[in-house]
């Protein structure tokens, strides 16, 4: 019976979100067209290799890079992330995802912030091609690196998995993640 309660709280959670951001944020802003996400995750990568060179580095020995330029997340006890990112490989975008989330608990605000997932080996980035919405937490080992740490990277340990960088924040809300975001493939417009 508690279970019930449960889902019934997230399913209304989900669509309370999913009308709150319908109503305030524009339609454009949703449905980013190839080259507007092409040209944000270039200047994203651009801010974060200099800011980080660790960053960099670690792009250099990736398999693939998948940013994410700018999640959107709101709310009042309720709260959701959005944002759309693209897939590059060898400097090349070859596929767009969609990241998105929903979170109850203590928490208000509102926030923008961006982050790229490395991609380190064939097996991790196959795990994201392969599934039909990969949740962050689940499937290949994430870990998540913060700007202290990229500023003294070695990349010499790492080697499998995940690695994530959380870049660019504004706003103000209480507590930021990635954890339990779904990615899932998308195909924006031209």
């Not at 709260?79 to 928490?107: E, H, I, N, P």
């Amino acid at each position: 019976m508690r279970m019930d309660f449960v889902k019934k709280r997230i399913g209304v959670a989900i669509a309370v979100i999913t009308v709150g951001f319908n109503a305030l944020i524009p339609a454009a802003a949703r449905a980013a067209s190839a080259r507007e996400i092409d040209r944000s995750v270039t200047q994203s990568l651009a801010t974060l290799y200099k800011n980080t060179p660790g960053a960099k580095a670690l792009a250099d020995k990736a398999v693939g890079v998948l940013v994410f330029p700018s999640i959107v997340k709101g709310g009042f006890i309720i709260a959701g992330q959005f944002g759309d990112g693209a897939l590059r490989k060898d400097g090349k975008t070859v596929a767009y995802y969609r990241s998105l989330a929903a979170s109850y608990g203590f928490q208000a605000g509102v926030q923008v912030f961006g982050y790229v997932l490395f991609f380190m080996d064939e097996a991790s980035l196959q795990y994201l091609d392969n599934s039909a919405g990969w949740e962050l937490g689940t499937g290949p080992s994430l870990v998540v690196l913060d700007a202290g740490f990229g500023k003294v990277l070695s990349t010499t340990t790492l080697q499998k998995g995940v690695y994530a960088f959380i870049f660019d924040q504004k706003g103000l809300m209480g507590g930021i993640g990635i954890q339990g975001s779904k990615i899932t493939r998308i195909n924006p417009s031209p």
